[in-house]
């Protein structure tokens, strides 16, 4: 018998207020739960310390720290030079930027939608939008 995709969402489902409370209760950030199905059912739970600047973003997350401690340079050699919490705007959409995604090649750049308070990943070319961003808001 095999895990269907219904069931993992049931399951899913009846875990998340329970590991919701858990990482409230320890100052963590409500976890980032991602779970595989089939043969078997494998959940996995992120959280981390929640510190919160100015402008809303999650300095302690990974991605903020990675960008803090190693900054960042695309594949063609732009330097992302942006402090964290930069506003920018791409696809009509407003965004802050919350750092690097380390882990991930194709979408490294981490940003907070400011309408919905959900993250997006973004690939290299928005560089030079939130670099451009952060020039304007310095003058």
Same mark, same amino acid.
């Given at each position: 018998?095999?895990? !269907?995709? *219904? ?13 919701? %409370? ?32 100015? !402008?809303?973003?999650?300095? $302690? !997350? ?5 960008? #803090?401690?190693?900054?960042?340079? $695309? ?26 995604? %380390? #882990? ?10 400011? *309408? ?6 973004? #690939?290299? $070319? ?7 961003? %952060?020039?304007?808001? !310095?003058?």
């Amino acid at each position: 018998m095999t895990i !269907s995709k *219904a069931q993992g969402h049931e399951i899913v489902d009846e875990l998340r207020p329970a590991l919701e %409370a858990v990482f409230a209760k320890h100052g963590l950030t409500p976890p980032q739960i991602r779970w595989t199905y089939g043969a078997g059912f494998e959940i996995k739970a992120k959280g981390t310390v929640e510190t919160l600047d100015e !402008s809303g973003i999650n300095t $302690s !997350s990974m991605e903020a720290q990675y960008y #803090t401690n190693f900054g960042y340079k $695309s594949m063609t050699g732009l330097e992302l030079t942006a402090p964290l919490g930069t506003r920018f705007a791409t696809n009509g959409k407003e965004y802050l930027f919350a750092g690097i995604a %380390a #882990t991930r090649r194709k979408y490294p750049i981490y940003c907070k939608n400011i *309408a919905t308070g959900e993250y997006s990943l973004f #690939t290299e $070319s928005v560089i030079k939008k939130i670099n451009d961003a %952060a020039l304007a808001a !310095s003058k």
